[in-house]
Structure formats: structure tokens, C-alpha cells
């Protein structure tokens, strides 16, 4: 079994948690706990088990960059699998496949650097 990695981005204050312990009672996500205190107000970010060209964890809602572009990473309920989304600066495709994250550099995520993506690309 594949381990299952996550951090919490808490939207109250602001802070990302690399700690999280999560609770499950008949299948449900029961309780999410991280250092910062019970998180109430959580988003998890899922680690999707692909580094960048640095060799870190790349997660959902992550940033990153390559071909001149920002990408955020993000699931597609559409192909059930993980893409790129083009969220700042010009290419010709507005959507490549996860597989290019190795070939890419981990920028910033989208709670703590929403100044990376560009309102006008969305």
C-alpha cells in the first residue's frame, strides 16, 4: 500500500502545517488535527507521489513552473487524474499532462502565493 501523504493549509490563519493527523469514523473524514490546533477551517493538500526536477513532493494546488508558464496542479474530475493548469504566462496549451512535473520547478502554492497566478490566464 502506497503511503499517504498531506499537509493543511489552515484558511483562518493563514499558515501551512507539514503535521496532520487525520480521524476516521465509518469511512468519513471524522477530525483533521495538525500542530497548530484542531483545523476546522483545513484545505489538504494531497501529495501526488511526483517530485520536481529538485526532487521535492509535489502536492495538489501546488505551483509550478516550466516552459515560461505557471502551472497549478490540480485534479480533473473530467479524466479522474491529476493535470497542470496554466494559471500565469503565455503557451499554446491550457492544460498539459502531470507527467511533465519532473521536468518542472515547484514555485509557491495557491493559498500561500496567489499572486503567482494571473487573473486574466483563468
Aim: proline share 2%; net charge neutral.
Amino acid at each position: 500500500m502506497r503511503e499517504m501523504k498531506v499537509i493543511a493549509w489552515n484558511r483562518t490563519k493563514k499558515e501551512m502545517s507539514g503535521w496532520v493527523e487525520l480521524g476516521f469514523f465509518d469511512g468519513q473524514l471524522a477530525r483533521i488535527d495538525t500542530m497548530r490546533g484542531k483545523a476546522a477551517d483545513t484545505t489538504l493538500l494531497q501529495c501526488i507521489g511526483l517530485v520536481d526536477k529538485d526532487g521535492r513532493d509535489c502536492y495538489l494546488d501546488y505551483l509550478v513552473s516550466l516552459n515560461g508558464a505557471t502551472w497549478q496542479v490540480a485534479w480533473d474530475d473530467k479524466c479522474a487524474c491529476v493535470t497542470l493548469k496554466r494559471v500565469a504566462g503565455e503557451h499554446m496549451m491550457k492544460e498539459i499532462p502531470a507527467h511533465n512535473i519532473p521536468k518542472s520547478k515547484i514555485v509557491g502554492n495557491i493559498h500561500e502565493n496567489p499572486e503567482l497566478i494571473d487573473a486574466a490566464t483563468n
